[in-house]
């Protein structure tokens, strides 16, 4: 039998796992404005094969959402979370456990030098909360999304990144913060790519100097 006190110094010395955040509306789901109707969800093309691969190889699934709708009033968090319950049971059915879901409630500033959160992306603030609530490492997570935001997010969190590149980014502001890792066409094609990067290196023994020849 286990201390409490031992329990608790191994829960804190427990390694933390990678993950990979993904941005809600155009990049998991159709992004269908504002909406909050379970009956609307519709997941992007090879959505759900590309989080059953993640998930499979261990990765935690959290999703980081901008929901401005909750400040202007178009909906309320009752509805997000009945939305957020369906989601979650409806990828439950198909095998995937979602890890987390994370929401910025906030509507964007008008003035890009005084942002009006910390939670909003492109600010970092979600992947960080996420990261501290689930144990994350944050340096072998990566962020996906549709819209440069998200990848610069991603960057400022301090993941790898990768946008899904399906004609939602329409401004196309680069910085280096805004350029990301790789560009593919659906969440499939982006697990196949981060799997494939995060594969350990094949190990070769070293062949022994100076052995004794044997006589047949």
């Excluded at 309320?76 to 990828?91: G, S, T």
């Excluded at 939670?119 to 340096?139: E, H, T, V």
């Excluded at 799997?195 to 070293?206: G, L, M, N």
Aim: glycine share 8%.
């Amino acid at each position: 039998m286990m201390l409490p006190g031992l329990c608790d110094a191994v829960r804190n010395v427990a390694p933390s796992r990678p993950a990979v955040f993904l941005d809600k509306d155009g990049t998991l789901v159709e992004d269908v404005p504002y909406n909050v109707d379970p009956a609307l969800l519709r997941y992007t093309p090879h959505a759900l094969e590309g989080l059953q691969l993640m998930a499979s190889h261990g990765y935690a699934l959290v999703v980081v959402s901008n929901q401005s709708g909750l400040a202007r009033g178009y909906f309320d968090r009752a509805a997000l979370a009945r939305l957020q319950a369906a989601l979650e049971a409806q990828l439950a059915g198909a095998g995937v456990h979602l890890d987390g879901f994370y929401v910025c409630p906030h509507a964007p500033s008008h003035d890009p030098r005084r942002p009006s959160c910390l939670c909003r992306k492109p600010a970092p603030g979600l992947l960080r909360q996420a990261a501290r609530a689930l144990r994350i490492d944050l340096s072998r997570s990566w962020m996906i999304g549709d819209i440069l935001n998200d990848v610069e997010a991603g960057r400022r969190a301090g993941c790898r990144t990768v946008l899904l590149d399906v004609g939602h980014e329409t401004e196309w502001l680069r910085s280096p913060l805004r350029t990301p890792h790789h560009v593919t066409g659906d969440l499939l094609e982006a697990a196949r790519l981060i799997v494939q990067e995060d594969r350990p290196a094949p190990t070769h023994a070293a062949p022994v100097l100076g052995a004794a020849a044997h006589p047949a």
